[in-house]
């Protein structure tokens, strides 16, 4: 379940805990969702954009569940005109817990 804190004056990422599918809870760790974008592309600016704004959604949280993180940066990379990303970033983070490895990803440069 997600927990919003009030409404900040500035931006100041405040989640502490994820909520896994399994329910249990584990301490947020904002570079796994910057590793998830490395592995999709190559793209430093588009990495960094990407995560300023994934960050700036999950800001006033202070505890958050793995699917609602899934679907910031699938929506994320749509809005930022790269439904392709949104795509194969959402095949391997599907529901099934069973694929969740990028290890077959391709890469490619933007």
């Known amino acids: 379940m997600n927990k919003q804190k009030p409404q900040q004056s500035h931006i100041q990422i405040t989640v502490r805990f994820v909520e896994k599918r399994n329910g249990k809870k584990d301490v947020f760790d904002a570079r ?27 800001a006033g949280y202070s505890q958050i569940d793995t699917q609602t993180i899934r679907q910031l940066v699938t929506s994320t990379l749509t809005q930022l005109d790269h439904p392709e990303l949104a795509k194969r970033y959402s095949e391997y983070h599907p529901s099934n817990p069973k694929n969740t490895s990028f290890k077959q990803l391709s890469f490619f440069n933007l």
């Open 32 to 58: 796994k969702i910057l590793s998830s974008l490395n592995h999709l592309t190559h793209d430093d600016r588009l990495i960094r954009r990407t995560n300023a704004l994934i960050l700036a959604q999950i």
